[in-house]
């Protein structure tokens, strides 16, 4: 039997859905109060915590929607702050719990990008496939983090077709965070503004909005979230597979 991880309260269907998206940089490279100064100068929306098992987490809000400026999600913020700092950063997110992302960055140079569905990205269509994309990435994940030894088994936790009925994406990406060594309090992260369960509280953490922090943040914040629900980022995989590239009639999916 599987049960909901702390901070996965189920939905009324008996679900769980939780929705959120962070970005771990390599805390060895770039400290806390330097990433804050690129978080405000983009204008981001979200908090940040301490340096954790050697990673800084920053965490998005929305999780899964545009968090700063510049249609950044999540994904474009990591690629940013590997910039920024010429460091690794990761990206992961998780939407409803029935999709996770992972990307990573070292410096300008991107080293792959995995979705476990990328039927679930919005505006996909009847002819994206709904399958794990992108496992292949492992070995660069797992390398980047000083941990080539985790690459085949990230790999086949990353390759798994998961039971949408009985396990959450959650469970895989607390999976993937323990093999390669960062804070699994991440997948509590859909808690904030409340203390994370098994995480950090949450007056622990720099909380930014549009870039400002304390009231005036949260009021930027706001006015913000209604404008870049406008503008969502990029989708995740920007080329998925497709029924048709393996010709496969879609209508027999």
Do not use: C, N
């Not at 991880?5 to 805390?27: F, M």
């Not at 929305?62 to 249609?71: F, K, L, M, N, Y």
């Amino acid at each position: 039997m599987t049960l909901p991880l702390p901070g996965t309260p189920p939905e009324p269907d008996g679900h769980a859905g939780e929705t959120y998206g962070a970005v771990l940089v390599r805390a060895s490279d770039a400290d806390r109060a330097a990433v804050i100064d690129a978080l405000r100068a983009i204008r981001f929306s979200g908090w940040v915590a301490a340096p954790d098992d050697g990673w800084l987490p920053v965490i998005g809000e929305p999780g899964d929607g545009t968090v700063a400026a510049g249609r950044r999600g999540v994904l474009e913020v990591a690629a940013a702050l590997a910039e920024r700092f010429a460091t690794t950063a990761f990206a992961v997110r998780v939407r409803a719990d029935r999709q996770l992302v992972l990307a990573a960055w070292t410096s300008g140079t991107e080293l792959g990008r995995y979705s476990s569905d990328p039927s679930r990205d919005p505006g996909a269509d009847d002819e994206v496939l709904a399958e794990p994309h992108g496992a292949e990435h492992a070995d660069a994940f797992a390398i980047a983090v000083g941990r080539p030894e985790a690459a085949e088994k990230l790999a086949e936790l990353l390759g798994e077709e998961l039971d949408p009925d009985s396990v959450f994406e959650s469970e895989r990406l607390a999976g993937v965070l323990d093999l390669l060594g960062m804070p699994r309090w991440i997948v509590a992260a859909a808690a904030l503004p409340r203390d994370i369960p098994t995480g950090p509280r949450a007056r622990d953490l720099v909380r930014l909005g549009a870039g400002s922090p304390g009231a005036v943040g949260r009021l930027r914040g706001r006015a913000a979230a209604m404008a870049r629900r406008r503008m969502p980022p990029p989708p995740a995989i920007a080329d998925p597979p497709r029924a048709g590239d393996l010709g496969i009639d879609p209508w027999l999916l």
